[in-house]
């Protein structure tokens, strides 16, 4: 029995070196944390944030250019374009071309809601039109093309109709040639592009509205002046005072139409006509009797004439309106030069039309 015991104190002992062995060889006699380690989640902060916005309103700054450079142009026809400018108040001069369209119209608004120009030409090429007072504020400005020109009539080195503004005052110098006739209605109601001689024509041209309404001094004779499509015109018609002897001569312009066409009022008379220059000489020259077609009586009723240009065609040309007259009531109106590809003529105003050369 005690041999049996023995035996198993032996086992015992083994089997407890044992598990010190592997205790050592696996821990270092190191006791078992009783106390499990606690684990800690550390949370890294988004550096994405994102944010609802709700009701944005994006607003774009227009910085608008001034008014004493401005350019504006189209290459298309029946074509409108809007630009706004700012100005600090003074003069401004207006150039246009109508290019290769049949007229350009500009109109500019200021802030104030005042219209400061609202004029149309079919200058095709740039020419000066007008200075017009402008006080400081901003300004809208619409360029309007017109449909396009006939092929045979369009031009290669004015394509564009165009607008610009600038503080330049002066019209271009006489040496250059236009490519419709400067100023060819008088619709900047100045003789701009022109050269007078004598008092004939006045200082100015006529205002046709102004001389049609005003019930003080009345300046037509017999009747309202009608059948005009501008509102100045050329005339040595002093509003009932003695007539003075005068003459006009356009800027030189090409002759790029058959006909030169116009309005014109004029009595049978040797010492009034017109006439178109080449080389600075008359070349062609017109005489008028449109008092004829209104029974002899004498009218402010406009007719429709044409001078031919096929003698002259594509060369720099000019028109003189001659008036050397002093008799009374003897006075030439003229105005709404064009050139087109067809007369336009009234029968039975012309009584004299001869080629100088």
């Not at 029995?1 to 035996?7: I, Q, R, Y």
């Not at 499509?229 to 002897?245: H, I, K, Q, V």
Request: glycine fraction near 6%; hydrophobic fraction near 35%; charged fraction near 10%.
């Amino acid at each position: 029995m005690a041999e049996v015991l023995n035996k198993g104190v032996v086992w015992y002992i083994a089997i407890l070196i044992i598990v010190i062995v592997i205790w050592y060889f696996s821990t270092g006699f190191t006791l078992p944390n009783l106390h499990p380690p606690t684990s800690t989640t550390t949370s890294v902060p988004n550096t994405k944030s994102t944010t609802t916005i709700s009701n944005v309103v994006t607003s774009t700054v227009v910085f608008a250019s001034t008014c004493n450079d401005l350019y504006m142009y189209t290459t298309a026809p029946n074509t409108v374009s809007l630009e706004n400018c700012d100005w600090t108040g003074g003069y401004l001069g207006l150039w246009v071309s109508s290019g290769n369209s049949t007229f350009e119209h500009v109109k500019i608004t200021g802030a104030d809601n005042l219209v400061y120009m609202n004029q149309t030409s079919n200058y095709q090429c740039p020419v000066f039109y007008k200075n017009f007072s402008a006080p400081a504020q901003e300004y809208l400005v619409n360029l309007t093309s017109g449909p396009l020109l006939p092929a045979s009539n369009r031009s290669s080195s004015c394509p564009y109709t165009s607008a610009k503004l600038n503080t330049t005052l002066t019209p271009p110098s006489s040496g250059i040639i236009y490519q419709q006739v400067y100023n060819g209605n008088f619709s900047t109601g100045t003789y701009t592009g022109w050269n007078l001689t004598g008092a004939g024509f006045g200082k100015t041209p006529l205002n046709l509205t102004e001389a049609n309404t005003n019930v003080i001094s009345t300046c037509y004779y017999g009747s309202q002046w009608k059948g005009y499509n501008g509102n100045f015109f050329a005339t040595t018609y002093d509003c009932g005072l003695n007539t003075a002897p005068g003459n006009i001569t356009s800027s030189l312009f090409y002759a790029n139409g058959a006909f030169l066409n116009f309005k014109v009022i004029s009595p049978a008379d040797q010492l009034i006509y017109v006439a178109v220059l080449y080389n600075n000489t008359p070349w062609i020259i017109a005489h008028y009797d449109t008092f004829n077609v209104s029974n002899n009586q004498s009218s402010s009723t406009f007719r429709n004439a044409s001078i031919p240009l096929v003698t002259v065609i594509n060369k720099p040309i000019a028109i003189k309106v001659v008036a050397i007259t002093t008799h009374h009531n003897n006075f030439i109106a003229i105005g709404d030069f064009t050139m087109g590809a067809r007369p336009i003529e009234d029968k039975g105003i012309l009584y004299n039309l001869t080629f100088v050369h």
